[in-house]
């Protein structure tokens, strides 16, 4: 009898499904600053009581891991798979402030360039061996001698050396200042030395050896990766669940599906537009939380008029960021950026817009006119695109891909969109990811593009890897990052101060002043930050979401009596 | 007969080879790096440099063919790119899969089109034809992942009857057996009806029908038996499609086959996986294909393959 009424409850919430989809493009565009749910369990769920021990979380990412080998992957997904049996000397938290982990505490030398860390005691690798300085020390000079990915967030460290059992000391040549950010990142988490010497770097591809509170139990690739409970876990009393699966879904709507059907306890990446569905049903927790990613077109600075700052600038005030977020992102999908480069949370950030205006660039077709009259470009003719006067109109090429970050192919086109409202005639060129990666890794005199549509990503939340990567003159591609072939000295001046800083007032200054150039210069065009999403089953508690693209879930625990109550079971 | 068969086998061999060489010869004159893509957008030189270095990119070009033909003629298909792990037992479990879902659509799409292909071929131009025609002509303009994704709206989501995905047990199988067999089915109706309306015109079939013969030993025995072939022909094709990869019910349902490997790893570039996945599903398709054709003599024994 209470099967028969689920049925038919079930049958009713179809029609309101069907409705709904009918309804939902229209909500999309109706939909304004609508109110997204916060981290903090809302008043409509049940109230979290005792932390409950036992169950199995099932959780999904959008794509392959390739490799579990932190030396060799640099991937999001295999990263947030390998947290659950890694862990790494200093952690983030949502605050986005470093925290201990497996190291107690931390100082560093007069000269700042020799940072000393004492390490947990009672720690031991899944394989039994132990946790300690020689273990650690192994890691980070093996990182070196063997180029792992992660290398660059290290530059400038000449050793690492075991001080005593339980005592590690990082040896630099300049004070670097982004150290604790930098050894917070999921890559350079530690594995164990021992199984690495004893089995190789390939094995280590596909077996999970950490200090974790789970261990690999089995893995078959591009589908399953289940977790076991580590009862020898250093923290007592954890973690609660017994075991973790993660499944690999790619397809976004087999994700929401799984979720409400409750084959899933959670999911990453849900579409945007499926949120007001999704946040309306009580079984489900939504979370959405700004990332450090933010969204921007590279300039080529090679090709005129893209050397001009005045077109660059005009350029910027052209797009609608708020249409961008309305159109793409159902406008809880992303962010109207408040500075350049950097998100709010992110260390050293400074809100950088105008007094009254709600992002940096603020829509102005007007402006935008303006300064390309300002620069030479004007409507001669009559016929909508603007020329010099020569007569030549400008026609730029702009790069982009499908897929490759939610919402890029759209904001390609409406890109293409606004720059034809001031006259300029873009032309769309969208890649397959390799493809995209082999054409824009080029140097200045063989790269074919004008326009790239890209997005940054701040993994340790810290400004120094943009710095140093994006925006400095000794980090063209295909050295660094910077496809815009941009040089400033005064960039580079503030991005070496900012680099060896260790006093935090002054960096944030130095931060500041780098910020206030990119607004000046407008090396590219600045474009609103990612929102990332987060569904959860309600009977699942303190699984969390940061803005780094992390999703940790180790120390979550299931409602089980919530759990069966809601119809779910395995 | 038998020498058919044995010629069909042997020339897999010198099919397989030159499949991998031209495989290896595409995957390095398109653009795209493998090394790129693992490291991401905002890596340094330093660091893809470190990566193709580590898995082996760097190598030269015949150093690579030759290391890998080598390798295959023993039987050893290589390793992944990324994981290591050896291509044979990520590729092997995918086409098992992949084959189970083809033979039931397959299957299920047979029996379903030859009941109602026959049927509107007997019932030829009245309301029951049309309405045939019609729902036919639905299935097949309507794409895989509209029918997939409703069906998973429908049945797993609401009426939580069945999985969304994936391949736990024997109900896994219901929603993509039934998405794909569907479409599959709706193309071969029009054929099976077609051929039958073909075969039922014949003179013979006024003859039997003189005879005295019952509607359905007409029909079934005779008529059918005479309108396979082209239908044999088309169930091959058919079958030949959804082995190579059903890409899209694989994703709509995360069935774990062929189609989505083979996808990720062009997309990754992960060579060795893609060469080993295409060689084992050519050497499938060979075998379907002479599957087919032994079938043919059996039907139609004048159907001859010796050379005049």
């Known amino acids: 009898m209470q099967d028969a009424c689920l049925r038919l409850r079930s049958l009713w919430r179809l029609v309101l499904h069907i409705r709904s989809l009918l309804a939902a493009s229209s909500i999309a565009l109706v939909s304004c600053g609508a109110p997204v749910s916060k981290d903090a369990p809302s008043s409509t769920h049940p109230i979290a009581s005792e932390p409950q021990y036992g169950g199995e979380l099932i959780y999904a990412l959008s794509g392959e891991t390739y490799s579990l080998f932190p030396g060799r992957q640099p991937g999001s997904n295999a990263q947030d798979a390998w947290l659950y049996a890694l862990e790494g000397l200093v952690e983030i938290n949502e605050s986005n402030e470093i925290v201990p982990w497996l190291a107690t505490s931390w100082e560093f030398s007069e000269d700042g360039r020799n940072a000393t860390f004492q390490l947990r005691e009672g720690v031991s690798f899944h394989d039994g061996t132990p946790f300690d300085a020689e273990a650690v020390a192994f890691v980070f000079n093996e990182a070196f001698d063997k180029q792992f990915v992660h290398v660059h967030m290290l530059e400038g460290l000449q050793q690492v050396t075991a001080d005593s059992e339980l005592v590690v000391t990082f040896h630099f040549e300049e004070p670097f200042a982004a150290l604790l950010s930098n050894l917070s990142h999921r890559s350079l988490v530690i594995f164990s030395p021992t199984a690495y010497r004893e089995h190789g ?52 709507s087999a994700r929401s599906a799984m979720l409400e059907a409750g084959e899933l306890d959670r999911t990453i990446a849900l579409n945007d537009f499926d949120i007001p569905r999704l946040e309306a049903d009580d079984r489900i927790r939504i979370r959405v939380v700004p990332s450090t990613r933010q969204f921007y077109v590279a300039l080529n600075h090679t090709v005129a008029p893209l050397d001009d700052p005045k077109v660059r600038q005009a350029f910027n005030y052209a797009i609608d960021k708020v249409g961008i977020v309305q159109s793409v992102f159902a406008g809880t999908g992303a962010l109207l950026s408040k500075a350049p480069v950097l998100s709010e949370g992110v260390v050293a950030f400074t809100d950088m817009r105008r007094p009254g205006e709600e992002t940096i660039f603020a829509y102005d077709l007007e402006r935008a006119r303006t300064l390309l009259a300002e620069a030479g470009f004007v409507d001669n003719d009559g016929d909508g695109t603007i020329e010099d006067a020569s007569g030549a109109a400008i026609s730029l090429t702009l790069f982009a891909r499908r897929g490759a970050t939610k919402g890029d192919d759209k904001i390609a086109q409406l890109v293409q969109n606004m720059l034809a409202e001031v006259g300029v005639d873009v032309e769309i060129r969208y890649w397959e990811s390799s493809a995209f990666g082999a054409a824009t890794n080029l140097g200045p005199d063989d790269a074919q593009y004008d326009m ?15 710095m140093m990567m994006m925006t400095y003159s000794k980090a063209w591609k295909p050295i660094g990052a910077n496809r815009m072939f941009y040089a400033s000295d005064e960039v580079d001046r503030l991005t070496v101060l900012a680099h060896h800083e260790v006093d935090p007032a002054q960096r944030k200054e130095w931060v500041r002043l780098w910020m206030v150039e990119l607004l000046d210069d407008a090396p590219v065009i600045f474009l609103p930050t990612l929102s990332l999403t987060l569904g959860t089953r309600s009977y699942v508690h303190d699984d969390r979401i940061l803005s780094i693209d992390q999703y940790p879930a180790r120390f979550a625990w299931i409602d089980a009596q919530e759990m069966a109550r809601q119809g779910v079971v395995r | 007969m038998l020498r058919l068969i044995v010629v069909r086998v042997l020339f897999m061999i010198p099919a397989g080879l030159l499949l991998v060489s031209f495989l290896f010869g595409l995957f390095h004159l398109i653009p795209g790096d493998p090394a790129l893509l693992l490291a991401g957008d905002n890596a340094s030189a330093e660091v893809v440099e470190g990566i193709r270095r580590a898995y082996g990119f760097d190598q030269s070009l015949t150093v690579q063919y030759w290391t890998y033909i080598s390798k295959v003629v023993q039987g050893d298909l290589g390793v992944s790119n990324f994981s290591r792990e050896p291509v044979s037992s990520l590729v092997i479990p995918r086409i ?5 879902l083809a033979f039931w659509s397959m299957g299920f ?23 045939i025609t019609a729902i036919a002509l639905l299935g097949i303009c309507t794409p895989v992942f509209v029918s997939g994704l409703f069906a998973i709206f429908i049945f797993s989501v609401e009426l939580r ?48 029908r003189a005879k005295g013969l019952s509607e ?93």
């Open chain 1, 201 to 252: 770097e390939e094995w280590m591809a596909t077996h999970l050896v950490g200090t974790g509170p789970f261990i690999q139990e089995r893995l078959v690739r591009g589908e399953v990766l289940e977790l076991v409970k580590n009862d020898d876990y250093w923290q007592e009393g954890k973690p609660y669940l017994d075991r973790v699966t993660v499944r690999i879904v790619p397809e976004v």
């Open chain 2, 161 to 208: 009857l069945l999985p969304t995905g994936g391949l736990d047990s024997w109900r896994s199988f219901v929603l993509p057996v039934i998405t794909l067999g569907a479409f599959q089915a709706a193309v071969l109706t029009r054929m099976v009806r077609a051929s039958m309306v073909d075969a039922l015109g014949q003179d013979y079939i006024e003859t039997a």
């Open chain 2, 96 to 100: 098992v899969n992949t084959a189970q």
């Open chain 2, 109 to 131: 799409a047979m029996i379903v089109s030859l009941a109602l292909g026959c049927t509107s071929a007997m019932y030829w131009n009245t309301k029951i034809d049309k309405i």
């Open chain 2, 216 to 308: 359905q030993t007409v029909v079934f025995k005779h008529a059918l038996r005479n309108a396979l072939l082209p239908i044999l022909t088309l169930f091959g094709l058919g079958l030949g499609a959804t082995l190579g990869g059903s890409v899209v019910t694989e994703t709509i349902f995360t069935w774990p086959g062929l189609g989505r490997m083979m996808v990720e790893s062009i997309l990754s570039r992960d060579l060795p996986v893609t060469q080993g996945a295409l060689l084992l599903f050519a050497f499938m398709f060979i075998t379907i294909n002479l599957a087919v054709d032994v079938l043919y003599q059996t039907i139609d024994p004048r159907v001859s393959y010796e050379p005049r």
């Open chain 1, 452 to 466: 790239v549509l890209l997005s940054w990503g701040i993994p340790t939340a810290d400004p120094d890897e943009p």
